[in-house]
């Protein structure tokens, strides 16, 4: 267990992520092609397409040596592989990867060499050589350019479905409803968030903040940073709609999307293109509170809309797939009699 301090200034210095983390995403997504225990269902497609994409553009070896930084088996890889620059995009991190301190680098991937054997090119980047840390810079754009990038805009929208209910809940009920909107991930018992993680310690942060970051490949717990000292982070997963396995949709989609002809059902479509309760998307089509929920019903039975409860309240939102549609994403093939 994490258990994580929050003091009044901490509450007011609580940040969601402004999009997809691009550093955490090619890690995580690394962990979904290597590790044994994350080969989950859901990602399979995405897997596939990942591993003969790597095939393609023979980068076996970069793959190799991001993941002996940063193991799928471990419980800590070092921070350095996650700088805070990594918020503002890709490059910026890159930059703040190439600039971390010698002693840093020295002190981390000691730690992890006690646990895990490293290959000698580690061992001399921990010797402050600069020329493994290039090699290093260069397999996480290419990795990230073969894996992650080409699903960027479903990262995106997954991301942000989460995003978009976090923020609203933030509007109705402030950082004590956030962070109890995290359940059942983290227990939020104030001024401590609880957090299922692999290890028990205790981090306080002391006036800091914090930075949530809501990831498509994270999977099962949160992932936070080793070092107390430095800008804390805690990635979590997100819920992935039924529309990410495709098996599912296959079989559920011919049907549920005959039913979405009518005007009244586009039209919610749209409406949910901003998260809303069942009464506000009744305001916004100047429909009864009954008629929405039929509406909103069908919707999610298309794998087009997902509902979540928090607190009192039930909050619509379109999956992935809903936003594809109304943004006009879908394959050509994809047609509607």
Known sequence: MLRIHFTEADLARV??????????ETLLALHQLTAASQKLPVFAPWRSAAR?????????GAVRMLSALAPASASYWPDFLTPDASADGLEP?????????????HEEIGRLARNHPLPRWAHELARGERHPMEEVTTAFRL???TIVQPGWSGTAMTTEADRSLRTRVLLDRGVDGLLNSLRPLMDWRPPVLHVRYPEDRDLHLGGR????????????TPIGLADPALPQVLAYP????????????????????ASLLGRTRARMLTALSTTATTGEASQRLGISPSSASEHIGVLREANLAHSRRIGPHVLHSLTPLGAALLRGELPARATVD
Not at 93 to 105: E, F, G, K, W
Not at 238 to 252: C, E, G, I, K, L
């Open 238 to 257: 997100v819920d992935h709609p039924p529309s990410w396995a495709p098996a599912v949709t296959r079989d559920r989609l011919p049907d549920a999307l």
């Open 93 to 105: 991190a890159l930059d703040a990867l190439r600039a971390t301190p010698a002693r840093q680098v």
């Open 52 to 60: 003969a994409r790597l095939t393609e553009a023979r980068l076996t």
């Open 15 to 24: 940040q969601l992520a402004r999009e997809p983390d691009p550093i955490w």
């Open 209 to 220: 903040g914090i930075r949530l970051i809501p990831s498509h490949f994270c999977w099962g």
């Open 143 to 145: 990795v990230h350019r």
